[in-house]
């Protein structure tokens, strides 16, 4: 978490597409589960979130994911295809805070996506609304960023 912030400094999700990934990552405990938000363009330069796109953790893990190549493929010609991007990367961590490890910054690839995690974590809950705590990041040259997730209706 060093330099200057890439930004955005916020984004906003609506709240059924942040109920998605939770579902998502629920649904692939004990491992890490795994997907990609398709947007307009890159939140990097104030694109919009248009959907969720669920992936396969290839990995197989709880202690790591990899979006299988199938779906990685499926989805990179789909989105190019359209004329849109990857938006964020998401994956959740099964019992780690929302925060990415060095395994996560390490395999980054994507510095104008965000990148968000779902933590399943009982700790990291959020108090308010019982929900897995989800934060965004942007990962740049190896160093994150936070990125504030506002939910709307």
Request: overall charge negative.
């Amino acid at each position: 978490m060093s330099g200057a912030h890439p930004g955005p400094a916020s984004v906003a999700l609506p709240a059924d597409l942040v109920q998605q990934l939770i579902d998502h990552a629920r649904a692939g405990y004990p491992n890490e589960a795994c997907g990609v938000i398709v947007g307009d363009r890159p939140a990097a330069d104030g694109g919009v979130a248009r959907r969720w796109e669920p992936a396969r953790n290839e990995a197989a893990s709880p202690f790591r994911y990899r979006v299988h190549r199938d779906d990685l493929y499926r989805l990179t010609v789909e989105t190019d295809d359209a004329d849109e991007v990857f938006w964020a990367i998401v994956h959740s961590h099964v019992r780690s805070p929302a925060v990415p490890s060095p395994t996560d910054v390490g395999a980054a690839t994507y510095p104008d996506a965000l990148y968000i995690l779902v933590s399943l974590a009982e700790d990291e809950a959020d108090a308010a609304t019982e929900r897995p705590s989800v934060r965004a990041w942007r990962i740049v040259d190896k160093a994150i960023h936070e990125v504030e997730v506002s939910v709307t209706a």
